[in-house]
Nanobody, 122 residues
Framework: QVQLVESGGGLVQAGGSLRLSCAAS????????MGWFRQAPGKEREFVAA????????YYADSVKGRFTISRDNAKNTVYLQMNNLKPEDTAVYLC???????????????WGQGTQVTVSS
């Protein structure tokens, strides 16, 4: 099972940018589909973005499309989430996740990091 550790969260003003990173352990990272999810206080966890193991395909929630970009570096066992034009409603704990299943199906993600807090002030 892959172990995931997120970093890069913080406090930013609306309109600003942050780049999250997720470092994965293990030698089979390139075989996992990777994703980012977020959970705001009192709300359900929601899907943000996902990327295939081959790096050829990505998938985004409508709420972040055009503002967030997911990418991965299989040589560094790391997946990234570049977040631009942040809004107060983006405030949440952001969690990295991995799947050996269908990378475009949020329910298939089974390995999770602890999360990193992103706070966007208005």
């Amino acid at each position: 099972q892959v172990q995931l550790v997120e970093s890069g969260g913080g406090l930013v003003q609306a309109g600003g940018s942050l780049r999250l990173s997720c470092a994965a352990s293990g030698r089979t990272f390139s075989s996992y589909g990777m994703g980012w999810f977020r959970q705001a206080p009192g709300k359900e966890r929601e899907f943000v973005a996902a990327i295939s193991w081959s790096v050829r395909s990505t998938y985004y929630a409508d709420s972040v499309k055009g503002r967030f970009t997911i990418s991965r570096d299989n040589a560094k066992n790391t997946v990234y989430l570049q977040m631009n034009n942040l809004k107060p409603e983006d405030t949440a704990v952001y969690l990295c996740a991995a799947t050996r299943g269908r990378w475009s199906v949020p329910a298939d993600f089974a390995s999770w990091g602890q999360g990193t807090q992103v706070t966007v002030s208005s």
